[in-house]
Structure formats: C-alpha cells, structure tokens
C-alpha cells in the first residue's frame, strides 16, 4: 500500500480559485497532460474537502496542473520520501548527486532511516537545502538524538558534543553553549529534588523535560 501524503486540501482549494478555474477545468489539464484518465472533477473536488487523499504520482499531477510545485499542496515533510516530493525532484538526481546507487537510496526512503556517511549526509543536506531539524527528522535519527541529548544533560556534556555534532551536522562551536545551557537547566530541575516537599514535581518535570529534550536544541537554532 503506498504511503499516505501530508496533503492541505485548503491550499489546492485556494490555488485553483485564484487560478479561476473550476475543478472540470483542473481534471482535465490532470487527464490530458499525465494521461490520468480516471481522475475526474468529483476527483478534485473530493480532495479540496479532505474526504480522499490524492496519491504521490496525483499529488504531482494536480501541482502540474495548478501551476505550483508538490510542496505548496503539502503539510510539513516528515519523511525523506516526502521531503523529495515536495521538490518535485526524482530519486536518480538525489542519489547522483548525494552519491549512493539510486536502489539504495531508495531502499533509504522505504525505511525511513539514512544511513550515508558524513560527506553523502552533508550532499543531501545541501541538495534539499535542510536546517538541521528536519534533516534529523527526515532521516529517521530523532531517537539516536534524543539519546545523546539525554546523556549530555545527565552526565557531563563536553563528552557528547563531538557525537551531537556529527549526528547534526553542527558546528561544535556553536554547539557548546546550548548544551551548556541544557545541562544547567536539567540539574536545577532534578537539584530541587533534594527538597522534600517539592521532589516529586521536581522529578516529574525532569522527565517531561527530557521527554522534550530535542525541540529543546532546535530552539537555539530557529529556521531562517
């Protein structure tokens, strides 16, 4: 079964309007310019209202259509799969230009997880023009970060930064006062645990704290 899209049926709603165009006249640039000969007018209108999801070789074909590229017609990417859809590129121009054979890239998109070394890491980071939030979130190493976060706060973070910094592609430098911070934040935290009165709700916000430990670092890196 292929994956659902993160598609806003508000935003193909909106384009097509101030396109002026009804949805026959969407369908059938759909039919006759990709040769998708079942897509029909109740087809656009059922994806405007949500009630159907259009599939990734549709989604395409209506952003086509309406003039706009796949991102504009799509919620956030969450996948590497998705990230390449919205920039409407194909999986032979990634995998040329990152570096891997194009099956194991797209072995890479069906599981979810990248698994380059640093330099193919690095090419696709540029290539898609990715802050590192979502390059971390794309490739399937929100988990493996939020180990090493956890470690760095609880421990001594120096001992960390060198692995955070590889997994993220971070400067190190611009590492060491975020996790610097992190860390003085945690132990305050878990420091009001030697109250007695108060250990418990110092003990469970240390947990939601380390629960929320990687949006933590992405508020240092805001996306330009």
Same mark, same amino acid.
């Given at each position: 079964?292929?994956?659902?899209?993160?598609?806003?049926?508000?935003?193909?709603? #909106?384009?097509?309007?101030?396109?002026?165009?009804?949805?026959?006249? =969407?369908?059938? *640039? +759909?039919?006759?310019?990709?040769?998708?000969?079942?897509? &029909?007018? @109740?087809?656009? #209108?059922?994806?405007?209202?949500?009630?159907?999801?259009? &599939?990734?070789?549709?989604?395409?074909?209506?952003?086509?259509?309406?003039?706009?590229?796949?991102?504009?017609?799509?919620? $956030?990417?969450? &996948?590497?799969? @998705?990230?390449?859809? !919205? $920039?409407? =590129?194909?999986?032979?121009?990634?995998?040329?230009?990152?570096? +891997?054979?194009?099956?194991?890239?797209? %072995?890479? @998109? %069906?599981?979810?997880?990248?698994? *380059?070394?640093?330099?193919? !890491?690095?090419?696709?980071?540029?290539?898609?023009?990715?802050?590192? !939030?979502?390059?971390?979130?794309?490739?399937?190493? %929100?988990?493996?970060?939020?180990?090493?976060?956890?470690?760095?706060?609880?421990?001594?973070?120096?001992?960390?930064?060198?692995?955070?910094?590889?997994?993220?592609?971070?400067?190190?430098?611009?590492?060491?006062?975020?996790?610097?911070?992190?860390? %003085? @934040?945690?132990?305050?935290?878990?420091?009001? #645990?030697?109250?007695?009165?108060?250990?418990?709700?110092? *003990?469970?916000? *240390?947990?939601?704290?380390?629960?929320?430990?990687?949006?933590?670092?992405?508020?240092?890196?805001?996306?330009?």
């Amino acid at each position: 079964m292929p994956p659902l899209i993160p598609f806003n049926a508000r935003a193909a709603s #909106t384009l097509r309007w101030k396109l002026g165009m009804a949805p026959e006249h =969407v369908a059938h *640039g +759909v039919r006759a310019s990709y040769g998708m000969t079942h897509v &029909t007018p @109740e087809h656009i #209108t059922a994806w405007e209202r949500g009630a159907v999801l259009p &599939t990734a070789s549709e989604l395409a074909a209506l952003a086509a259509a309406l003039w706009c590229s796949p991102g504009d017609l799509m919620g $956030r990417p969450r &996948t590497l799969f @998705e990230y390449r859809l !919205s $920039r409407g =590129v194909a999986a032979e121009d990634v995998a040329r230009t990152v570096g +891997v054979p194009v099956d194991a890239y797209l %072995q890479m @998109e %069906q599981a979810g997880r990248w698994v *380059g070394d640093k330099m193919q !890491s690095a090419r696709l980071g540029e290539f898609f023009q990715l802050p590192p !939030s979502d390059f971390i979130a794309i490739t399937g190493l %929100q988990d493996e970060l939020a180990r090493l976060l956890v470690e760095a706060v609880t421990t001594r973070w120096q001992a960390h930064i060198k692995d955070i910094a590889k997994l993220t592609a971070i400067d190190k430098r611009d590492l060491k006062e975020p996790l610097r911070s992190m860390h %003085q @934040e945690y132990q305050a935290i878990m420091a009001a #645990t030697l109250g007695r009165a108060i250990g418990a709700a110092a *003990g469970e916000e *240390g947990r939601r704290y380390l629960d929320s430990i990687v949006d933590r670092l992405w508020e240092w890196f805001p996306e330009v």
